[in-house]
């Protein structure tokens, strides 16, 4: 559910749940949210909503007279989510839907407390005396602009990626195996949703995996882990849901996707144990990086010994990547497009992409002038992100090599995934300098000496 939540929407979730927590409910209710809402709008969100005029300890006050109060709980003791409340995340993410909207943001929670007018939230704000059918009005339009907000890179628009489907990693011998073996584990401790923690217990078990034994070196197994996991009382670092299925906490969804991403950008076709320490590590949240991070201080340098763990080189599509990066900051963008990663391809110079565009006649000076002409520079870069397209291409490329079998993804695959994106900046400047989808398909399949069906 909270994939597509922003850290503001997450931490109006999670005082939530503290709140519930601090005034010993046994639920989470669509109360706290309202107050978790109420407490975190300031300036000008705050007027849009009428917050400004609700006194936050009168709010409270009526929270707490508007629910039973256990004085005997424990706060560490586990919280689940009431149905109210649940139907209230539900509906905020429905509305994202109806609005158009890329995420989940904490106006779309207001708007869903309005339109639950049977949940407790709603009661209570009604005793405010708020103008509701303005503050609805305003937060529609708010959310419209917010949804029409475009930055300057040409492919910053959304594309249809593939989501993490944990029924396909069944599907993989070892993925089948941690997650598996981590079912196990939630279903013995009685809980009804695996968290990060299950991930990490899972792979420490098995000591025929690579990472256990570059994990064992900075002192993590599984003896100090499980003895370390002890000590955690409260489940509240991996956020909790109380659906009656396995489903996964956000924070051990978030490490699997980072996972997935670790995957697709070191060229492997099928997550390894590895990956999910990786992601749970730039995760930086949940129960098992808790425990990791006190161990392993520098996270870059742990992923330097994991990669030359995993491979004897540095694999094909990790430099070709790493050099679009590289692209990216020499011309002072933060995006790293489709145009980047050709750049990288290019710039690799070896492989059967960079032989194929060598043979059309495609260099990586004339592809650079191109895309000089087509991407805005910036003055400064913080942070390089992939674009949307160049995500969707990696999947492209990802799954072509699943399809074909390969253990590795190639640049062919990278490549090919550029030319199933008619429409990206790559191909622009390809067509630009006189070639075409066909005949780069045409090119690879050449190379490949009979090559492969795409």
């Given at each position: 559910?909270?994939?597509?939540?922003?850290?503001?929407?997450?931490?109006?979730?999670?005082?939530?749940?503290?709140?519930?927590?601090?005034?010993?409910?046994?639920k989470v209710l669509s109360q706290h949210l309202l107050l978790s809402l109420?407490?975190?709008?300031?300036?000008?969100?705050?007027?849009?909503?009428?917050?400004?005029?609700?006194?936050?300890?009168?709010?409270?006050?009526?929270?707490?007279?508007?629910?039973?109060?256990?004085?005997?709980?424990?706060?560490?003791?586990?919280?689940?989510?009431?149905?109210?409340?649940?139907?209230?995340?539900?509906?905020?993410?429905?509305?994202?839907?109806?609005?158009?909207?890329?995420?989940?943001?904490?106006?779309?929670?207001?708007?869903?407390?309005?339109?639950?007018?049977?949940?407790?939230?709603?009661?209570?704000?009604?005793?405010?005396?708020?103008?509701?059918?303005?503050?609805?009005?305003?937060?529609?339009?708010?959310?419209?602009?917010?949804?029409?907000?475009?930055?300057?890179?040409?492919?910053?628009?959304?594309?249809?990626?593939?989501?993490?489907?944990?029924?396909?990693?069944?599907?993989?011998?070892?993925?089948?195996?941690?997650?598996?073996?981590?079912?196990?584990?939630?279903?013995?401790?009685?809980?009804?949703?695996?968290?990060?923690?299950?991930?990490?217990?899972?792979?420490?078990?098995?000591?025929?995996?690579?990472?256990?034994?570059?994990?064992?070196?900075?002192?993590?197994?599984?003896?100090?882990?499980?003895?370390?996991?002890?000590?955690?009382?409260?489940?509240?670092?991996?956020?909790?849901?109380?659906?009656?299925?396995?489903?996964?906490?956000?924070?051990?969804?978030?490490?699997?996707?980072?996972?997935?991403?670790?995957?697709?950008?070191?060229?492997?076709?099928?997550?390894?144990?590895?990956?999910?320490?990786?992601?749970?590590?730039?995760?930086?949240?949940?129960?098992?990086?808790?425990?990791?991070?006190?161990?392993?201080?520098?996270?870059?340098?742990?992923?330097?010994?994991?990669?030359?763990?995993?491979?004897?080189?540095?694999?094909?599509?990790?430099?070709?990547?790493?050099?679009?990066?590289?692209?990216?900051?020499?011309?002072?963008?933060?995006?790293?497009?489709?145009?980047?990663?050709?750049?990288?391809?290019?710039?690799?110079?070896?492989?059967?992409?960079?032989?194929?565009?060598?043979?059309?006649?495609?260099?990586?000076?004339?592809?650079?002038?191109?895309?000089?002409?087509?991407?805005?520079?910036?003055?400064?870069?913080?942070?390089?992100?992939?674009?949307?397209?160049?995500?969707?291409?990696?999947?492209?490329?990802?799954?072509?090599?699943?399809?074909?079998?390969?253990?590795?993804?190639?640049?062919?695959?990278?490549?090919?995934?550029?030319?199933?994106?008619?429409?990206?900046?790559?191909?622009?400047?390809?067509?630009?300098?006189?070639?075409?989808?066909?005949?780069?398909?045409?090119?690879?399949?050449?190379?490949?000496?009979?090559?492969?069906?795409?």
């Open positions: 559910m909270f994939e597509k939540y922003t850290q503001k929407a997450i931490d109006v979730v999670q005082g939530a749940l503290n709140y519930a927590q601090e005034f010993c409910h046994t109420v407490a975190q709008s300031k300036g000008v969100q705050a007027k849009i909503l009428n917050f400004d005029k609700i006194h936050f300890g009168e709010l409270t006050i009526e929270v707490h007279q508007s629910t039973q109060t256990y004085p005997d709980r424990k706060k560490d003791d586990n919280i689940f989510f009431s149905l109210d409340a649940r139907d209230i995340l539900k509906s905020a993410v429905e509305l994202s839907v109806e609005l158009n909207s890329k995420f989940i943001m904490p106006q779309h929670i207001a708007l869903a407390i309005f339109s639950n007018k049977e949940s407790g939230a709603y009661q209570i704000l009604k005793k405010f005396g708020i103008e509701e059918e303005r503050i609805i009005l305003n937060l529609k339009r708010m959310l419209d602009k917010s949804s029409d907000i475009t930055s300057f890179h040409p492919e910053t628009e959304s594309e249809s990626t593939q989501l993490l489907n944990i029924n396909d990693f069944f599907r993989e011998k070892i993925m089948s195996e941690i997650l598996t073996n981590a079912q196990a584990k939630v279903s013995a401790s009685g809980y009804e949703i695996m968290g990060s923690e299950q991930l990490l217990q899972s792979i420490l078990e098995n000591k025929e995996y690579k990472i256990v034994e570059i994990l064992d070196k900075f002192n993590i197994n599984a003896d100090n882990f499980n003895e370390k996991l002890s000590m955690f009382k409260s489940r509240v670092a991996e956020f909790e849901n109380s659906e009656k299925q396995i489903i996964f906490t956000p924070n051990a969804f978030s490490s699997l996707l980072l996972a997935l991403d670790y995957a697709k950008e070191s060229g492997s076709v099928g997550i390894q144990p590895e990956h999910i320490i990786l992601g749970i590590l730039k995760s930086k949240k949940g129960i098992a990086y808790k425990i990791l991070s006190q161990a392993i201080t520098n996270a870059v340098d742990f992923e330097d010994i994991v990669l030359k763990k995993m491979n004897d080189k540095i694999p094909e599509t990790l430099a070709i990547l790493r050099l679009a990066k590289e692209e990216a900051r020499s011309l002072n963008c933060e995006v790293v497009g489709s145009e980047m990663i050709l750049l990288g391809i290019l710039s690799y110079g070896a492989g059967v992409a960079a032989d194929t565009l060598r043979r059309l006649g495609i260099t990586l000076k004339d592809a650079r002038d191109e895309v000089k002409k087509l991407i805005k520079p910036q003055k400064e870069v913080k942070n390089l992100t992939y674009s949307p397209r160049a995500k969707k291409m990696l999947e492209v490329a990802y799954q072509t090599a699943c399809e074909h079998k390969k253990s590795k993804i190639k640049s062919e695959n990278i490549l090919y995934g550029i030319t199933k994106m008619p429409n990206c900046v790559a191909m622009q400047v390809l067509s630009n300098l006189g070639t075409d989808v066909l005949e780069i398909q045409q090119g690879i399949k050449q190379e490949l000496l009979g090559g492969m069906e795409l």
